[in-house]
């Protein structure tokens, strides 16, 4: 099957196969620091998420763990009938308060990094289109930046292209 659609492609069958453009090492690598920013953020709001839940177990409500005293103010929290927090849960809770505190450090150390590079050579390739994207009223750098390294780094081919990797269309090969 392989070779019946190679020979149809050195043939010059218009379609018969399409030759994909694998991306260089460098390419990749600048993606890095973008995919770890959202895989963090991710992890971050899991953690939260959690918290908020183990705490409505106990029916505490209105505690925001993502406030700076949050880790502080644990020891006063009270159940609705006037009890404190188990050891074990209390425990849990400073735990998961030291996790998302290391997180926070990492993604405070990724943005930093991606800021340095821009100051470093701001008229460079990718820097340039960030720091452009980055001056439109709404989009930030963290924006502009996946924007730059996702998406404009791609040759798409018209804006039909665009519209299916964005999802507004369907591919050529899709019914429907």
Known sequence: MLKRSFLGWLRGERDHCK???????????????????????GERSRIVNRMKAALIRLGIRGFNPKLKKA????????????EPIQPNMLAELRRD???????????RQIEDARLER???????GPNAMVLLLARVIGVGIETA????????????????AVARYAGLTGSPDESG
């Open 145 to 160: 930046a996946m924007l730059v390294q996702e998406v404009l780094a791609r040759n798409m081919r018209d804006r039909r």
């Open 71 to 82: 880790a502080g103010r644990l020891e006063d929290l009270r159940t609705p009938e006037g």
């Open 19 to 41: 030759m994909v453009a694998i991306p260089t090492i460098k390419d990749e690598d600048a993606k890095r620091p973008n995919r770890e920013h959202e895989s963090l953020v």
């Open 97 to 107: 308060m030291e996790r998302r505190q290391l997180i926070n450090d990492q993604i």
């Open 118 to 124: 821009i100051e470093q050579a701001p008229g460079d």
